[in-house]
């Protein structure tokens, strides 16, 4: 929030080992958050609903030992929090305890309030998601934009009103016309942090496999790569296998 009273934008993005961890971490990332795209960018997965909250534990342990001054936040995963606010509690309480990260992040509004507050209850810092709520696929049909029309829109606002007066100390945007993502930014206090939600907000995310040029074949029009290490490891793996295939490595100085 001091952040955003002062006018400087919040970075945040995705993490999932110790490792990717370390160097975001010391690269001066303000928040890593440990995305259930988990489920898509290291198992494999279709969408993000099969992972597992035992799976989102392992993932979050690692990250927090690569990790010495970002925030770390961690995503509730799919049927951990939604119908029942004893088991959302329950959730978010195995992931502080288990992981030591500082966050939960949960997706939806109005219906997901009993679970925002039962954690939030607890001295649990929560962060909103709203807007593309990729656990809703299924509702939802396409990761199309949302919130085009006015009735969604209007919703939208309201939720994250809701959100913030629930005590939300942030809330992510994602994939909605970028206008209205300013709007929602410019009545809330606290940060909104987008993701295909334009430049009006307080802070963006990335999925890392994404803006590494990791994630082959996924280009949408709000990703900015900054690498492309797809194409890097192609290249180096190539070279090792043929170094090997013509026993040119190991050499002479890469022995004992
Ligand atoms: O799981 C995730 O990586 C996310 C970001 C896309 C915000 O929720």
Redesign the pocket.
């Known amino acids: 929030m001091e952040m955003k009273q002062r006018g400087e934008k919040i970075s945040?993005l995705?993490a999932y080992d110790y490792s990717s961890a370390k160097i975001i971490d010391k690269a001066g990332m303000d928040v890593i958050?440990?995305?259930?795209?988990?489920?898509?960018?290291m198992a494999g997965n279709q969408t993000?609903l099969p992972i597992t909250l035992d799976q989102m534990i392992y993932h979050a342990k690692s990250v927090m030992k690569g990790t010495r001054r970002a925030l770390v936040v961690v995503?509730l995963p799919f049927g951990t929090y939604q119908g029942n606010s004893k088991e959302a509690l329950a959730s978010a309480v195995r992931i502080m305890k288990e992981s030591h990260a500082e966050a939960v992040?949960i997706?939806g509004g109005a219906e997901i309030a009993e679970s925002v507050q039962r954690i939030l209850s607890a001295g649990i810092p929560v962060m909103g998601?709203l807007g593309l709520t990729?656990q809703s696929i299924n509702k939802f049909g396409t990761y199309n934009v949302r919130a085009r029309e006015e009735a969604e829109a209007a919703k939208l606002v309201e939720d994250a009103k809701l959100l913030e007066e629930l005590g939300c100390f942030a809330i992510?945007i994602?994939k909605v016309p970028a206008e209205l993502a300013a709007k929602v930014a410019a009545e809330l206090t606290i940060p909104i942090?987008g993701?295909g939600a334009g430049g009006g907000v307080d802070g963006q995310?990335?999925?890392m496999h994404d803006m590494l040029g990791l994630n082959e074949g996924f280009s949408p029009r709000f990703l900015r790569k900054y690498a492309n290490l797809g194409d890097i490891m192609t290249d180096a793996v190539r070279h090792y296998i043929a170094d090997v295939k013509s026993s040119d490595f190991p050499n002479e100085k890469e022995q004992y």
Do not use: F, Q, R, Y
């Not at 958050?33 to 960018?41: E, H, I, R």
């Open positions: 945040m995705t958050l440990v995305g259930d795209s988990a489920s898509n960018v993000t995503d992040k997706e998601h990729p992510v994602e942090i993701i995310v990335l999925v």
